[in-house]
Nanobody, 122 residues
Framework: QVQLVESGGGLVQAGGSLRVSCAASRRTFSMFAAGWFRQAPGKEREFVAAITWTGGNTYYADSVKGRFTISRDNAKNTVYLQMNSLKPEDTAVYYC???????????????WGQGTQVTVAS
């Protein structure tokens, strides 16, 4: 079992930046791919970004490509999502999750965190 805890969410103005983090409870976290998803009120959970266990490959949703960067520090069992040029439509609860493959499909992810709220004011 891997426990994931997100942090770093908050309120930011449109055009601003925010970095959210996902800390894992076990060192085996470094053996898994990791992904970020988000869910806005009244909408389905959607894929944001994913990264392989080595950090060598990444995958982004078109809506965030060029603005968001996913990275990881396996020594700290932590995955990050740096969000720049934020827009009001980025407002959502952001979740991290682990998978054994680099994929945008939420059903392929085994462990999930509780989420952190990101609100972008216009």
């Amino acid at each position: 079992q891997v426990q994931l805890v997100e942090s770093g969410g908050g309120l930011v103005q449109a055009g601003g930046s925010l970095r959210v983090s996902c800390a894992a409870s076990r060192r085996t976290f470094s053996m898994f791919a990791a992904g970020w998803f988000r869910q806005a009120p009244g909408k389905e959970r959607e894929f944001v970004a994913a990264i392989t266990w080595t950090g060598g490959n990444t995958y982004y949703a078109d809506s965030v490509k060029g603005r968001f960067t996913i990275s990881r520090d396996n020594a700290k069992n932590t995955v990050y999502l740096q969000m720049n040029s934020l827009k009001p439509e980025d407002t959502a609860v952001y979740y991290c999750a682990t998978s054994n493959q680099l994929t945008p499909l939420p059903e392929r992810y085994d462990y999930w965190g509780q989420g952190t709220q990101v609100t972008v004011a216009s």
